[in-house]
């Protein structure tokens, strides 16, 4: 597995961290997941079959902004 990390911004308490850390544990080939609000951040533990641009777009899809 490898370790992808998401500048993820708009996200203002811990129900928001909550919000993107559900977003991403639905997709496929997971393993560690982890958001913090303090660096504005998603580090991701994926597999090969799931790809940066899909966590990306599932962040995305829960109502924040990655860069």
């Known amino acids: 597995m490898r370790t992808s990390v998401f500048k993820v911004?708009?996200?203002s308490g811990p129900e928001c961290v909550r919000s993107v850390v559900n977003a991403i544990q639905d997709l496929p080939c997971l393993g560690l997941v982890e958001v913090s609000l303090e660096r504005a951040?998603?580090?991701?533990?994926?597999g090969a079959m799931l790809s940066?641009?899909?966590i990306?777009?599932?962040i995305v899809d829960?109502?924040?902004e990655v860069e």
């Not at 951040?41 to 994926?46: D, G, I, L, N, Q």
């Open 52 to 54: 940066e641009d899909d």
């Open 9 to 11: 911004s708009g996200m």
């Open 56 to 58: 990306r777009q599932a």
């Open 62 to 64: 829960a109502g924040f």
């Open 41 to 46: 951040e998603a580090s991701v533990e994926h």
